[in-house]
């Protein structure tokens, strides 16, 4: 067996596939399951997608791929590449199928200049990458939860009843936190031109983050082809001063919200503030039951999460954690300098992933 280069009809062909086997992407979105495999892997901003797969008699044995983004390391602007929608057939694993295509995709990126290839894994994906050299990022990552609705929540736990007055009575206390300046933030359906201005100077405060202007924005969040979002934006005088990226979701006939995104002026907590006052304020207009996000615990915005009432939410038994691997076939200095830095600065959020 050969491993192919993915040609734009056989990307098709393999969303069709994914789509039968696993409910490829897992997620809603607008248009076919082929308008979203050309959403991601050719409508991509700054991107040339490497994808390889194995066939035999019209069925796909494995796929392995990477599309490729802007990161920031240190400030400097690389090309990366995210690993992605690694798949074997069930009757086929255990053969090396993944390696070999694992392979084929790393060395095509060291031909066309990526510079670090990173992936968000699975357990099952940390066990093969792993075996390749990838390496964990020093990143601990947190989730933390609003419950907007604590008389519902807490009826399922024990002592329910006395744990919901204690949250009620928490986030009363910690109101201020959320309060929003009147006409700062509003829905938009597309991200606005001048944002670039404001997301460069915030990425400014970190060593590692994937670098959001306005293309890619607008690539991300404003194409429902790639999933339903709400996009919340901060203004002053007409400016731009920052945004949060909102994905709903219903799991079990229970209704959350994802923050996503989120970029604001550090310098201005009314702005932090406003952005998730008002995302609060959306939820519970729209009968959300919790609002969840992951961030790295060290993030600056963590404290402002607290203060308007968020709370750190533990992973159940065998719940999937956030992680994220890299490495580099091309430049071992640029890995090098992530692994060893363990107080390592990073803005990087369920958006920059492709599990949404």
């Not at 040339?48 to 194995?54: E, K, P, Q």
């Not at 994937?210 to 790639?226: E, K």
């Not at 939820?283 to 709370?311: C, M, N, R, Y």
Request: charged letters at 20%; proline letters at 4%; hydrophobic letters at 40%.
């Amino acid at each position: 067996m050969i491993a192919d280069r993915v040609s734009a009809d056989e990307g098709v062909r393999l969303a069709s596939f994914f789509k039968e086997v696993i409910n490829w992407p897992g997620f809603k979105h607008a248009g076919s399951t082929a308008d979203y495999w050309n959403w991601k892997y050719l409508h991509r901003p700054y991107s040339n997608s490497i994808g390889y797969a194995m066939w035999l008699n019209e069925e796909v044995l494995s796929h392995a791929s990477l599309v490729t983004s802007q990161l920031l390391v240190e400030n400097n602007i690389i090309t990366a590449g995210q690993m992605g929608d690694l798949y074997t057939h069930p009757d086929y694993r255990g053969k090396g199928l993944a390696e070999h295509l694992l392979s084929s995709v790393e060395n095509q990126a060291i031909l066309d200049d990526i510079k670090l290839i990173f992936a968000f894994p699975s357990e099952i994906g940390c066990m093969i990458i792993s075996k390749r050299g990838y390496k964990e990022l020093p990143i601990k990552f947190s989730q933390y939860r609003f419950i907007t609705d604590p008389s519902v929540f807490f009826k399922k736990v024990n002592f329910g009843s006395i744990k919901g007055l204690a949250y009620k009575a928490m986030t009363a206390a910690r109101a201020p936190g959320r309060k929003s300046i009147p006409n700062m933030v509003k829905e938009v359906a597309d991200i606005p031109e001048d944002i670039g201005n404001m997301t460069r100077e915030f990425e400014m405060n970190f060593e590692l983050c994937h670098r959001h202007d306005y293309q890619y924005l607008q690539w991300r969040y404003a194409n429902p082809t790639g999933g339903y979002f709400k996009i919340l934006v901060a203004t002053d005088n007409g400016t731009t001063v920052g945004i949060i990226v909102l994905r709903p979701y219903i799991a079990k006939g229970i209704h959350y919200m994802e923050i996503v995104d989120f970029m604001s002026d550090l310098n201005r907590p009314e702005i932090i503030r406003s952005l998730l006052g008002e995302s609060i304020a959306l939820a519970k207009k729209e009968g959300i039951s919790e609002i969840q996000t992951w961030i790295p615990s060290d993030h600056p915005f963590v404290s402002s999460l607290i203060q308007a009432g968020f709370i750190s939410r533990p992973l159940s038994a065998g719940e999937r954690g956030f992680r994220m691997f890299c490495h580099s076939r091309h430049d071992h200095d640029i890995v090098s300098k992530l692994l060893e830095n363990d107080s390592l600065k990073a803005h990087i959020m369920l958006g920059d992933t492709d599990w949404i």
